[in-house]
């Protein structure tokens, strides 16, 4: 197995969703293949002995499909409702935000658009960057994300947020991070001959050492 | 009505006359409105596709297992040939290769044969269809090879990408492709009429509904579903060639356009799509497994009617593919629920099927090994569907290798192993000798284990963040580690095992027919019409004086009223 | 010769009706898509409305009583059928292909208007949708009447005149998808 660390607030509710599903998946998967087999070995052909005829009405043959089928049902309706609470989490309900990004995508790079000293987006000392996003730990963020010309797709695997960019459209998203570190940034929606090389980092600091970036980056307007 | 009465005599009359005044020579190969004829040059057509979309495969994956290397039989990958590969090898596998071979090839040769008649009711519309479909698959080949080179936008086609020239630097392949396509669905739409109408209509005396075999209904109810979904793509694909060639902004947000639009219209034919193939193979599957249980199908209509109500259900899921794409989020929910709950029809079809094989006398045949096989490996493709259909594992999932090793796992089962039980069950009677038994089973081992090394490493990959439709992971630290590439590797060595392992079929396929054993009228002591005439059978499959009349349905195994343990529908009781 | 297949009919239904109702119904959803997206984006566009005003609603008017006409002599097409009376038949399938005919002169004379007044189909989306929709229904209406005019000469030399009720059958869907279109294009302004 490949270990990926949980670096956001919402990780580790997606980590236990799909741990969560993989049990109750994963439980129906084995008793239905080892059922297969089972059968298979035990009515396999046997000298004079002739097949059973079953026309499917046969109420303690039925049962076997009838109750697994009900149960799956059950089954799922608790996978819909676990999976619905994280959906809403991260998609729907928007934290109020500690700090604003904007985000483009373009063939082939990111840019990063970075609220300056003054902590406003689209103000004159906002910070540009290609290829690094920086920001602080423990901090809500909401991202603006936006593309110049094809579908992209911002995603952070650490984070295990992901979203299309959309030409023509600004979408608002929001992350918390709860590591620090250097990490990958996906383009995560085929987008030309250099969606291989869209690759990007997000490196999250601590509140000094962000602070310290803001400063040495920022231009600032106030003497 | 006395017209009728007498038009039958004179049609039947000539009917037999016909069995000698067919095309003859080289044409009968090229010109026949046969339909079995028409089905082989579906299925060595598929075939043909199938090795050019394994070679695609082939090359991508050496590229990703040694990245830079210059691949035997291609030299080095460019960045731009990558995303032609994949976005071609995924094309040409499902419109290619899985459609005519599933549905065009079998339906062809089965339908009439099972249904007791003598061709398709519209034979001409037929070989029409068969040659609409080459011309595409001759235009798909051509976009390889125009200037720009192939189309690589995915077979996805999202638009702008797709749309704009400057964007995807495959102007020319692009619209090639698009057309190809667009072409491959006309094809599908009159070869679906035919299937659809032969089975409504031109069944033999005394054969009811619930008399048809199963796999002759899965295909109609499969084309019935291609009919009903391919509609709106095609508009979508008409704005999309317009926006390739006369420039007007349909998918162009800067005019006014939508890309999402596109999406909304290529995933409401795409979802459908994969119950078009899936329905096929189950129908391939049961058939194979009733036939080698020697048992009745538990729940003939049960499997009719959950087939029906995954097709209809299919219509309502489609926004799965989309959960990030910038839909309204609200709407994830809502297609949350529907996807999940086509799990439930699904698992009845499975759960129908395992239980055929309860209290039967199962025999390990190449054809059977292959339906259990598809069950099996499906089983595990379909299980992992859940995870992304649910929205909130979907946000982690979409896009990485866990979404191919899904797909992998179900459509794997149904094109390639729903094919090769298919071919292996009916070669005695499309060829009318026996294949090699041992040559068959070594043949499938081959292909089956090797298969789960692929591809259970792409479900670890994926899980572990590797994104898709990369050509080369050095950009990427976190994707990059030695024990990812190890990974990768271990998925390109089984892949070219899997693929030495098809020269066994191969070679099984030219010494069976040269030199196979005489099939006979029915091998595997089967009770569907098909097995009730020669084989391979006469053009009219029939004398026209023996075509059959139907007296049980298709599945009466065992039945404690005869000494045999089958009872063919054709025999009077 | 045709198979025996042809001469059978487990339904009822003659395989030939049987026929023209399924390609109807995947022609149903491929203008139902294109149409439907229109719509879609239509609403989310009010300004879309600047653009219709310059659609000719008096020849979208006469050409929506042409096709009806033209509906018309194909059910009287198919009534002298019935009576087997193939001449006669044949002769009121070339009066509907006259109407397809008169049908498709209104059209390109319209065209030819808007396109020199500057609105063609790269104008606005707008002006796409109208030139794609009226387009490939005016496709439809060349194929059919190419169709028509095949089993007019069958059914004039008397064969295959249960070929007229089936192009009738689709000649009436290719009238109602223009039904839908009037309106969409031309009246909503």
Same mark, same amino acid.
């Given at each position: 197995?490949?270990?990926?660390?949980?670096?956001?607030?919402?990780?580790?509710?997606?980590?236990?969703?799909?741990?969560?599903?993989?049990?109750?998946?994963?439980?129906?998967?084995?008793?239905?293949?080892?059922?297969?087999?089972?059968?298979?070995?035990?009515?396999?052909?046997?000298?004079?002995?002739?097949?059973?005829?079953?026309?499917?009405?046969? !109420? %303690?043959?039925?049962?076997?499909?009838?109750?697994?089928?009900?149960?799956?049902?059950?089954?799922?309706?608790?996978?819909?409702?676990?999976?619905?609470?994280?959906?809403?989490?991260?998609?729907?309900?928007?934290?109020?935000?500690?700090?604003?990004? !904007?985000?483009?995508?373009?063939?082939?790079?990111?840019?990063?658009?970075?609220?300056?000293?003054?902590?406003?987006?689209?103000?004159?000392?906002?910070?540009?960057?290609?290829?690094?996003?920086?920001?602080?730990?423990?901090?809500?963020? %909401?991202?603006?994300?936006?593309?110049?010309?094809?579908? %992209?797709?911002?995603?952070?695997?650490?984070? !295990?947020?992901?979203?299309?960019?959309?030409?023509? !459209?600004?979408?608002?998203?929001?992350?918390?991070?709860?590591?620090?570190?250097?990490?990958?940034?996906?383009?995560?929606?085929?987008?030309?001959?250099?969606?291989?090389?869209?690759?990007?980092?997000?490196?999250?600091?601590?509140?000094?050492? %962000?602070?310290?970036?803001?400063?040495?980056?920022?231009?600032?307007?106030?003497? | 009505?006395?017209?009728?009465?007498?038009?039958?005599?004179?049609?039947?009359?000539? /009917?037999?006359?016909?069995?000698?005044?067919?095309?003859?020579?080289?044409?009968?190969?090229?010109?026949?409105?046969?339909?079995?004829?028409?089905?082989?040059?579906?299925?060595?057509?598929?075939?043909?596709?199938?090795?050019?979309?394994?070679?695609?495969?082939?090359?991508?994956?050496?590229?990703?297992?040694?990245?830079?290397?210059?691949?035997?039989?291609?030299?080095?990958?460019?960045?731009?040939?990558?995303?032609?590969?994949?976005?071609?090898?995924?094309?040409?596998?499902?419109?290619?290769?899985?459609?005519?071979?599933?549905?065009?090839?079998?339906?062809?040769?089965?339908?009439?044969?099972?249904?007791?008649?003598?061709?398709?009711?519209?034979?001409?519309?037929?070989?029409?269809?068969?040659?609409?479909?080459?011309?595409?698959?001759?235009?798909?080949?051509?976009?390889?090879?125009?200037?720009?080179?192939?189309?690589?936008?995915?077979?996805?086609?999202?638009?702008?990408?797709?749309?704009?020239?400057?964007?995807?630097?495959?102007?020319?392949?692009?619209?090639?492709?698009?057309?190809?396509?667009?072409?491959?669905?006309?094809?599908?739409?009159?070869?679906?009429?035919?299937?659809?109408?032969?089975?409504?209509?031109?069944?033999?005396?005394?054969?009811?509904?619930?008399?048809?075999?199963?796999?002759?209904?899965?295909?109609?109810? /499969?084309?019935?579903?291609?009919?009903?979904?391919?509609?709106?793509?095609?508009?979508?694909?008409?704005?999309?060639?317009?926006?390739? +060639?006369?420039?007007?902004?349909?998918?162009?947000?800067?005019?006014?356009?939508?890309?999402?639009?596109?999406?909304?219209?290529?995933?409401?034919?795409?979802?459908?799509?994969?119950?078009?193939?899936?329905?096929?193979?189950?129908?391939?599957?049961?058939?194979?497994?009733? +036939?080698?249980?020697?048992?009745?199908?538990?729940?003939?209509?049960?499997?009719?009617?959950?087939?029906?109500?995954?097709?209809? $259900?299919?219509?309502?899921?489609?926004?799965?593919?989309?959960?990030?794409?910038?839909?309204?989020?609200?709407?994830?929910?809502?297609? +949350?629920?529907? =996807?999940?709950?086509?799990?439930?029809?699904?698992?009845?079809?499975?759960?129908?099927?395992?239980?055929?094989?309860?209290?039967?006398?199962?025999?390990?045949? =190449?054809?059977?090994?292959?339906?259990?096989?598809?069950?099996?490996?499906?089983?595990?493709?379909?299980?992992?569907?859940?995870?992304?259909?649910?929205?909130? /594992?979907?946000?982690?999932?979409?896009? +990485?290798?866990?979404?191919?090793?899904?797909?992998?796992?179900?459509?794997?089962?149904?094109?390639?192993?729903?094919?090769?039980?298919?071919?292996?069950?009916?070669?005695?009677?499309?060829?009318?000798?026996?294949?090699?038994?041992?040559?068959?089973?070594?043949?499938?081992?081959?292909?089956?284990?090797?298969?789960?090394?692929?591809?259970?490493?792409?479900?670890?990959?994926?899980?572990?963040?590797?994104?898709?439709?990369?050509?080369?992971?050095?950009?990427?630290?976190?994707?990059?580690?030695?024990?990812?590439?190890? $990974?990768?590797?271990?998925?390109?060595?089984?892949?070219?095992?899997?693929?030495?392992?098809?020269?066994?079929?191969?070679?099984?396929?030219?010494?069976?027919?040269?030199?196979?054993?005489?099939?006979?009228?029915?091998?595997?002591?089967?009770?569907?019409?098909?097995? =009730?005439?020669?084989?391979?059978?006469?053009?009219?499959?029939?004398?026209?004086?023996?075509?059959?009349?139907?007296?049980?349905?298709?599945?009466?195994?065992?039945?404690?009223?005869?000494?045999?343990?089958?009872?063919?529908?054709?025999?009077?009781? | 010769?045709?198979?025996?297949?042809?001469?059978?009919?487990?339904?009822?239904?003659?395989?030939?009706?049987?026929?023209?109702?399924?390609?109807?119904?995947?022609?149903?959803?491929?203008?139902?898509?294109?149409?439907?997206?229109?719509?879609?984006?239509?609403?989310?566009?009010?300004?879309?409305?600047?653009? #219709?005003?310059?659609?000719?609603?008096?020849?979208? #008017?006469?050409?929506?009583?042409?096709?009806?006409?033209?509906?018309?002599?194909?059910?009287?097409? *198919?009534?002298?059928?019935?009576?087997?009376?193939?001449?006669?038949?044949?002769?009121?399938?070339?009066?509907?292909?006259?109407?397809?005919?008169?049908?498709?002169?209104?059209?390109?004379?319209?065209?030819?208007?808007?396109?020199? *007044?500057?609105?063609?189909?790269?104008?606005?989306?707008?002006?796409?949708?109208?030139?794609?929709?009226?387009?490939? *229904?005016?496709?439809?209406?060349?194929?059919?009447?190419?169709?028509?005019?095949?089993?007019?000469?069958?059914?004039?030399?008397?064969?295959?005149?249960?070929?007229?009720?089936?192009?009738?059958?689709?000649?009436?869907?290719?009238?109602?998808?223009?039904?839908?279109?009037?309106?969409?294009?031309?009246?909503?302004?």
């Amino acid at each position: 197995m490949i270990d990926i660390i949980q670096g956001s607030t919402y990780a580790g509710d997606i980590d236990n969703l799909i741990l969560f599903m993989g049990v109750v998946v994963g439980f129906w998967f084995f008793a239905a293949e080892i059922m297969f087999f089972w059968l298979i070995w035990k009515y396999r052909a046997k000298d004079g002995q002739k097949s059973r005829y079953l026309t499917g009405r046969e !109420r %303690h043959v039925k049962r076997w499909i009838t109750w697994p089928h009900g149960l799956v049902l059950v089954c799922d309706i608790f996978i819909v409702w676990a999976s619905i609470l994280v959906w809403m989490d991260v998609k729907q309900t928007l934290p109020e935000a500690d700090h604003t990004i !904007r985000i483009t995508g373009q063939q082939w790079a990111w840019t990063f658009q970075h609220p300056g000293a003054d902590n406003e987006l689209d103000t004159a000392d906002d910070i540009f960057t290609v290829g690094e996003l920086h920001i602080e730990v423990d901090k809500n963020y %909401h991202f603006k994300l936006e593309s110049r010309d094809v579908v %992209h797709s911002f995603s952070v695997p650490i984070f !295990r947020i992901k979203q299309d960019a959309v030409p023509g !459209r600004s979408i608002t998203g929001w992350f918390n991070a709860t590591v620090m570190g250097e990490y990958d940034i996906q383009c995560a929606e085929i987008c030309g001959i250099g969606h291989g090389v869209m690759a990007a980092r997000i490196s999250i600091e601590d509140a000094n050492q %962000h602070a310290a970036w803001v400063a040495a980056n920022s231009v600032s307007t106030t003497p | 009505m006395s017209d009728t009465a007498v038009a039958v005599q004179h049609d039947e009359r000539h /009917a037999h006359d016909d069995h000698h005044h067919g095309p003859q020579g080289i044409l009968k190969y090229l010109w026949s409105t046969d339909h079995k004829v028409i089905a082989m040059q579906y299925l060595f057509t598929g075939m043909f596709m199938a090795v050019i979309g394994g070679f695609m495969a082939y090359v991508f994956r050496m590229q990703l297992a040694f990245p830079g290397i210059s691949v035997p039989g291609f030299g080095q990958v460019s960045p731009g040939e990558y995303n032609a590969l994949v976005t071609n090898h995924g094309t040409i596998m499902i419109f290619w290769v899985a459609m005519p071979v599933l549905i065009a090839a079998f339906g062809n040769y089965l339908i009439p044969l099972m249904i007791g008649a003598d061709d398709m009711v519209f034979p001409k519309i037929n070989r029409l269809s068969f040659q609409i479909f080459l011309l595409s698959a001759l235009i798909l080949l051509a976009s390889l090879f125009v200037q720009g080179g192939g189309f690589g936008g995915a077979w996805t086609a999202y638009p702008p990408l797709s749309a704009v020239g400057e964007y995807n630097q495959t102007e020319l392949g692009s619209s090639l492709w698009l057309i190809a396509v667009a072409l491959e669905f006309v094809a599908f739409l009159l070869g679906g009429i035919n299937f659809i109408t032969t089975l409504m209509n031109a069944r033999a005396p005394g054969m009811k509904a619930y008399d048809i075999p199963l796999v002759a209904w899965m295909i109609v109810i /499969a084309s019935i579903l291609f009919m009903l979904s391919v509609g709106p793509l095609i508009a979508g694909a008409v704005m999309l060639l317009f926006d390739q +060639t006369l420039g007007t902004g349909f998918y162009d947000p800067a005019r006014g356009g939508d890309p999402i639009l596109w999406q909304h219209l290529f995933w409401f034919f795409g979802h459908p799509e994969v119950y078009v193939v899936l329905l096929p193979a189950i129908g391939i599957t049961i058939d194979i497994i009733a +036939t080698f249980s020697r048992k009745k199908v538990f729940g003939y209509k049960m499997m009719l009617y959950t087939a029906v109500a995954t097709g209809v $259900l299919s219509f309502f899921v489609w926004a799965h593919h989309q959960f990030v794409a910038g839909i309204d989020p609200r709407m994830a929910n809502v297609f +949350t629920v529907t =996807t999940l709950l086509i799990s439930v029809p699904i698992a009845e079809l499975l759960f129908v099927i395992i239980a055929t094989l309860y209290g039967g006398s199962i025999r390990l045949t =190449t054809p059977m090994l292959w339906a259990l096989a598809f069950m099996a490996e499906f089983l595990l493709g379909g299980v992992t569907g859940i995870f992304l259909g649910a929205s909130g /594992a979907d946000i982690y999932f979409h896009d +990485t290798y866990f979404v191919l090793a899904h797909f992998h796992y179900t459509f794997f089962p149904i094109a390639i192993i729903g094919s090769f039980a298919a071919f292996t069950y009916w070669f005695p009677k499309m060829f009318g000798k026996m294949m090699d038994e041992r040559l068959g089973k070594i043949h499938f081992w081959g292909t089956v284990i090797p298969f789960n090394f692929i591809f259970i490493p792409l479900f670890v990959l994926g899980m572990g963040g590797q994104h898709r439709r990369i050509y080369n992971y050095q950009h990427f630290p976190e994707l990059a580690s030695a024990e990812m590439y190890n $990974l990768r590797e271990m998925a390109t060595y089984a892949l070219l095992v899997m693929l030495a392992f098809q020269l066994v079929f191969f070679f099984n396929c030219i010494k069976s027919w040269m030199n196979g054993k005489a099939a006979g009228r029915n091998p595997w002591q089967s009770n569907t019409l098909e097995w =009730t005439t020669e084989s391979p059978p006469p053009h009219g499959n029939w004398p026209v004086d023996e075509m059959p009349n139907v007296y049980r349905g298709p599945y009466e195994y065992a039945h404690p009223d005869r000494e045999e343990d089958y009872w063919p529908q054709n025999e009077p009781s | 010769m045709k198979p025996i297949a042809t001469t059978r009919s487990a339904t009822g239904v003659p395989t030939g009706r049987l026929a023209v109702w399924w390609l109807l119904a995947s022609e149903v959803v491929i203008f139902g898509g294109l149409l439907g997206s229109y719509l879609m984006m239509r609403l989310g566009h009010p300004e879309w409305a600047d653009a #219709a005003m310059h659609t000719n609603t008096w020849l979208g #008017a006469t050409n929506t009583f042409v096709l009806l006409t033209s509906s018309f002599t194909a059910v009287l097409a *198919h009534q002298a059928a019935e009576k087997g009376d193939g001449k006669k038949a044949a002769g009121l399938l070339v009066l509907t292909i006259g109407g397809a005919l008169t049908f498709l002169a209104i059209k390109s004379f319209e065209w030819y208007t808007e396109i020199s *007044h500057g609105y063609t189909i790269t104008a606005n989306n707008f002006w796409s949708f109208y030139y794609t929709a009226a387009g490939l *229904h005016a496709l439809h209406v060349i194929a059919g009447a190419i169709i028509m005019g095949f089993i007019a000469w069958d059914a004039f030399r008397g064969k295959e005149l249960q070929r007229v009720e089936l192009i009738g059958i689709y000649w009436h869907f290719v009238d109602v998808v223009w039904i839908f279109l009037f309106p969409l294009l031309y009246i909503a302004k």
